[in-house]
């Protein structure tokens, strides 16, 4: 025997209660997302958890871009850092962003941090396609460009290396081509102050 017009109407409407929250529940996040990521953003030189920071960079990048990648994070212990929150934030979605469009919707992408006792070491590893040897040298460079290799604009990876500069660390990247790349940022902790980078 077949539903009644009004248990198929009832039906309809648990469906619907059920998606409605779903998605509540998925805006009550990306809304908690986004306070964290706007408090992450402040201007002034504090203390800034990186894992948090991470954290809320990932949540911000578009489901259709993460596609089937899988994302690994392999944190370790690491005290507050002291930084300009908002520009670590541009290097890590710089970063981030860069490896998904690299592994183009597929692989793996693994985030590792550590903390030796004096500094603090983060690195984004991709399974993409890698870059050539010859751009490798040329990559912080901020007048480089590689079309539609898999840096197409140099700017923002030089601006990663500015910014990472400014606060007396470092960044280096390894990669080999159909393999994939790993960038490796070191900061130290204890960090009284440092210029504001400008735009």
Excluded: W
């Excluded at 480089?144 to 197409?152: D, N, Q, S, T, V």
């Amino acid at each position: 025997m077949g539903m009644t017009v009004t248990e198929k109407i009832l039906a309809a409407l648990d469906r619907n209660t059920k998606s409605t929250y779903t998605a509540t529940k998925r805006i009550g996040s990306t809304m908690e997302t986004l306070r964290s990521f706007a408090r992450l953003d402040e201007a002034e030189f504090k203390q800034v958890d990186i894992h948090e920071a991470l954290d809320s960079c990932l949540e911000l990048i578009p489901p259709d871009t993460i596609g089937a990648v899988q994302v690994f994070k392999e944190y370790g212990e690491m005290p507050p850092i002291q930084a300009f929150a908002g520009r670590l934030n541009q290097v890590f979605m710089t970063l981030l962003n860069n490896a998904f469009e690299s592994l183009k919707g597929e692989g793996t992408l693994t985030i590792t941090t550590a903390f030796d006792g004096k500094e603090a070491s983060i690195s984004i590893a991709d399974t993409g396609r890698g870059i050539a040897p010859d751009q490798l040298d040329r990559i912080f460079d901020i007048h480089f460009k590689a079309g539609e290799k898999r840096i197409k604009a140099g700017f923002p990876i030089a601006g990663c290396h500015s910014i990472v500069s400014q606060h007396h660390g470092d960044i280096k990247v390894a990669s080999q081509v159909g393999r994939g790349s790993t960038f490796t940022i070191t900061l130290p902790i204890n960090l009284k102050s440092v210029q504001n980078p400008k735009d």
